[in-house]
């Protein structure tokens, strides 16, 4: 079992930043990549960043420019700093983690963090 752990969430004014933070502990060996999603009201969860165990970034193309995903110096910490924020940004984040294990693959999520940003 993997357990993600997720901080930095909170509220700001449109145009500023914040910076979530995501560790991952547990049985963690075979995380091939971690990442972002987020959660809107009514809406569906939606991808926001991923980056694999190789440092390949993907970006959903709503956020490209203004966020960047990075890992950590310790070994499965994720980042996510999210800058020029918008109104349309409000949500729950969750971190994410696959992990493959033989030919199975899990997906693991953190418990979220609110991330809110006012007009």
Do not use: H
């Not at 971690?34 to 980056?51: F, S």
């Amino acid at each position: 079992q993997v357990q993600l752990v997720e901080s930095g969430g909170g509220l700001v004014q449109a145009g500023g930043s914040l910076r979530l933070s995501c560790a991952a502990s547990g049985s963690i060996f075979g995380i091939y990549v971690m990442g972002w999603y987020r959660q809107a009201p009514g809406k569906q969860r939606e991808l926001v960043a991923t980056i694999s165990s190789g440092g390949y970034a993907n970006y959903a193309d709503s956020v490209k420019g203004r966020f960047t995903i990075s890992r950590g110096s310790v070994k499965n910490t994720v980042y996510l700093q999210m800058n020029s924020l918008k109104p349309e940004d409000t949500g729950l984040y969750y971190c994410n983690a696959d992990q493959l294990t033989g030919t199975e693959v899990s997906r693991y999520w953190g418990q979220g963090t609110q991330v809110t940003v006012s007009s």
